[in-house]
């Protein structure tokens, strides 16, 4: 059973690096959680090693700027791991050919396609029409409120032709401000549900996880795991990946399931157990909001 707490500062110590969520932990789309900040800016005066591990589409450099517009500083991070970069690594050695079909915003995710220079002879990548596509990329659907049934007409046509889709942020939906959207994810199970093959690279898939680990290596840290610990408010995402990765979790009950575990500042108990009863996982510790 997890255990309710009402501050990071009450379980900090046992840990020496924290892999942290962005969406619905450390801001909501619009503007940071100051007391997110704080908590972790105190957590990095105190030794500890902040990696924001995030299911974002973007390159680790667009998510900072992205982020520092929010109002999360610097100084509460040491690393940024993204599912974007995760995925960009595989679309630039090929994993669904040179000619793609994108699925995203533009320009708000153009930076998918910056040059990627640790890869050694990168695919070139051209972006074409789906009739002449050897695979997909998607970073997240067209227009994020509509249905995502509406890509069925192409999802099938893809599967027929036996396409690979690259799911760069395999989360299904996000709460921006008050507004629910669809994401990337949401459009990967659609089509494996059709009979498609979607390549997942975030959370709660291995790859990311190996990426926050070289990231802290990079930084000189190697904690095993008992030291790490993953936050977030993704019961499927942030959770579940601590899980596979065998990893201490903090669930932040205040995010995506804030109505069904009734959060307001902390989570009703008696609501908390029946909605992780429902999931059928439990993570280590589950507080209202990151503090």
Not at 58 to 66: E, I, N, T
Not at 107 to 116: A, M, Q, V, W
Not at 129 to 149: N, Q
């Amino acid at each position: 059973m997890t255990q309710i707490i009402n501050t990071f500062a009450d379980i900090s110590s046992d840990y020496d690096a924290a892999f942290v969520d962005l969406w619905g932990c450390m801001h909501n789309g619009i503007t940071a959680h100051p007391a997110a900040v704080k908590a972790m800016q105190d957590y990095r005066t105190r030794g500890g090693v902040v990696i924001l591990v995030t299911n974002s589409p973007r390159p680790w450099d667009s998510v900072a700027d992205q982020i520092l517009g929010l109002g999360v500083p610097d100084d509460a991070w040491d690393a940024i791991a993204t599912s974007g970069d995760s995925a960009r690594a595989a679309m630039f050695r090929g994993v669904v050919g040179s000619k793609i079909w994108f699925m995203g915003e533009s320009p708000r995710d153009d930076d998918f396609f910056k040059p990627l220079k640790i890869i050694d002879d990168p695919v070139e990548i051209k972006k074409v029409p789906l009739e002449e596509a050897e695979g997909i990329v998607c970073c997240g659907p067209f227009d994020p409120l509509a249905d995502v049934d509406v890509n069925r007409p192409e999802f099938l046509y893809a599967k027929q032709k036996g396409l690979k889709l690259l799911c760069a942020n395999p989360d299904i939906i996000v709460d921006r401000g008050d507004v629910r959207e669809w994401c990337a994810g949401a459009l990967a199970a659609l089509y494996t549900e059709m009979g498609g093959e979607s390549l997942y690279f975030g959370k709660p898939h291995p790859p990311i996880y190996d990426l926050a680990r070289r990231r802290l290596a990079a930084l000189g840290k190697s904690p095993s795991d008992p030291r790490i610990i993953a936050i977030g408010d993704g019961i499927g995402t942030d959770i579940s990946g601590a899980l596979q990765e065998d990893i201490d979790s903090l669930f932040i009950s205040g995010g995506l399931a804030a109505a069904e575990t009734k959060t307001d500042t902390t989570p009703d108990p008696q609501a908390l157990s029946d909605y992780l009863q429902t999931e059928m996982i439990s993570p280590t510790y589950t507080i209202g909001h990151l503090r």
